[in-house]
């Protein structure tokens, strides 16, 4: 990796929560993070699917990291439930020790929603709320309480990532849950760079991913134009690895120099 002025080797010895990290861009994300971390740090690891969690556990803890020191944690929780946030606080409290120097948050955990009918057909206020629960509140709800968990010190960075979409600036025909949980989710942020000066907060776009996500959006969108698009992209060579977006955001976050609060797009980067 280039070194620009300012820019580190590594994210320190350092507390990490990556939600999501089951599969996809938050399995990703925990492979890269291990790697910029110093020996003694923790990463913990949220999803509901534990064999997917066990299987990473495994893999980090034989990693050169892992036997360097790197300790990987599972918590098996539904970030849709107060008690799954609730478990990911407690684990997270348990993990700290006083030598850490830097707390990182990864909200990457997400649903795309039913996009296989269009706006006027959500007329059920629970199956909406039920939605906004796990995107949109959980999010909100697991930061406010990890900052408050790990309040600001001296020597203690905490920096907040949200992953967010070009969703978040842009509508899509029959992804209305998906459009509105990503624009809230990149407020929320964007508030909290605001109030918290302390705080390092990003909102990253990684870009169109070979996920599983990747797979529903293209075949079950209602909207005709919208699965062409992205079948389109996949024939044109345009939808990226994981591993390919994930570089680019440990880039951001080793170049430091992000305005908190921003909405990056791999593409800016
Ligand atoms: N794929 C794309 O093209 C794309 C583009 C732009 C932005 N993004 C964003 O990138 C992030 C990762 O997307 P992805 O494509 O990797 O998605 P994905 O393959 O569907 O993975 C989603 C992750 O979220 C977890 N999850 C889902 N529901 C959960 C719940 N109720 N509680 C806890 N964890 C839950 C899943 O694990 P379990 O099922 O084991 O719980 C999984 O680890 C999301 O924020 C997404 O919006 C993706």
């Given at each position: 990796?280039?070194?620009?002025?300012?820019?580190?080797?590594?994210?320190?010895?350092?507390?990490?929560?990556?939600?999501?990290?089951?599969?996809?861009?938050?399995?990703?994300?925990?492979?890269?993070?291990?790697?910029?971390?110093?020996?003694?740090?923790?990463?913990?690891?949220?999803?509901?699917?534990?064999?997917?969690?066990?299987?990473?556990?495994?893999?980090?803890?034989?990693?050169?990291?892992?036997?360097?020191?790197?300790?990987?944690?599972?918590?098996?929780?539904?970030?849709?439930?107060?008690?799954?946030?609730?478990?990911?606080?407690?684990?997270?409290?348990?993990?700290?020790?006083?030598?850490?120097?830097?707390?990182?948050?990864?909200?990457?955990?997400a649903s795309l929603g039913d996009v296989s009918r269009y706006a006027i057909s959500f007329t059920n206020m629970a199956e909406v709320d039920a939605y906004l629960s796990f995107n949109v509140?959980?999010?909100?709800?697991?930061?406010?309480?990890?900052?408050?968990?790990?309040?600001?010190?001296?020597?203690?960075?905490?920096?907040?990532?949200?992953?967010?979409s070009l969703c978040a600036l842009q509508p899509f025909s029959s992804w209305v849950l998906y459009c509105t949980g990503k624009a809230a989710r990149d407020m929320?942020?964007?508030?909290?760079?605001?109030?918290?000066?302390?705080?390092?907060?990003?909102?990253?776009?990684?870009?169109?991913?070979?996920?599983?996500?990747?797979?529903v959006a293209?075949?079950r969108s209602a909207d005709p134009g919208v699965r062409?698009s992205f079948?389109?992209?996949?024939?044109?060579?345009?939808?990226?690895?994981?591993?390919?977006?994930?570089?680019?955001?440990?880039?951001?976050?080793?170049?430091?120099?992000?305005?908190?609060?921003?909405?990056?797009?791999?593409?800016?980067?």
């Amino acid at each position: 990796m280039a070194k620009t002025s300012g820019s580190r080797f590594h994210l320190g010895q350092a507390l990490c929560i990556v939600t999501g990290a089951s599969r996809g861009f938050g399995r990703a994300v925990a492979r890269e993070m291990s790697q910029l971390m110093k020996p003694r740090s923790v990463i913990v690891l949220v999803a509901r699917t534990e064999d997917d969690l066990r299987s990473l556990q495994k893999e980090l803890a034989e990693s050169e990291e892992g036997r360097a020191g790197l300790v990987a944690k599972c918590v098996v929780a539904d970030l849709g439930q107060t008690e799954g946030v609730e478990s990911v606080v407690g684990v997270s409290k348990e993990s700290f020790s006083d030598d850490m120097d830097h707390i990182i948050l990864v909200n990457n955990a997400a649903s795309l929603g039913d996009v296989s009918r269009y706006a006027i057909s959500f007329t059920n206020m629970a199956e909406v709320d039920a939605y906004l629960s796990f995107n949109v509140s959980s999010s909100l709800c697991l930061t406010a309480s990890i900052l408050q968990a790990f309040p600001q010190r001296a020597g203690l960075r905490r920096t907040v990532i949200n992953i967010s979409s070009l969703c978040a600036l842009q509508p899509f025909s029959s992804w209305v849950l998906y459009c509105t949980g990503k624009a809230a989710r990149d407020m929320i942020f964007r508030v909290l760079a605001e109030e918290e000066p302390d705080l390092r907060v990003l909102n990253y776009s990684p870009g169109p991913l070979d996920t599983d996500m990747y797979m529903v959006a293209r075949t079950r969108s209602a909207d005709p134009g919208v699965r062409k698009s992205f079948s389109d992209m996949i024939d044109q060579g345009q939808v990226l690895t994981c591993e390919k977006s994930c570089k680019k955001l440990m880039k951001l976050l080793l170049d430091d120099k992000y305005t908190s609060g921003d909405h990056i797009d791999i593409y800016d980067v």
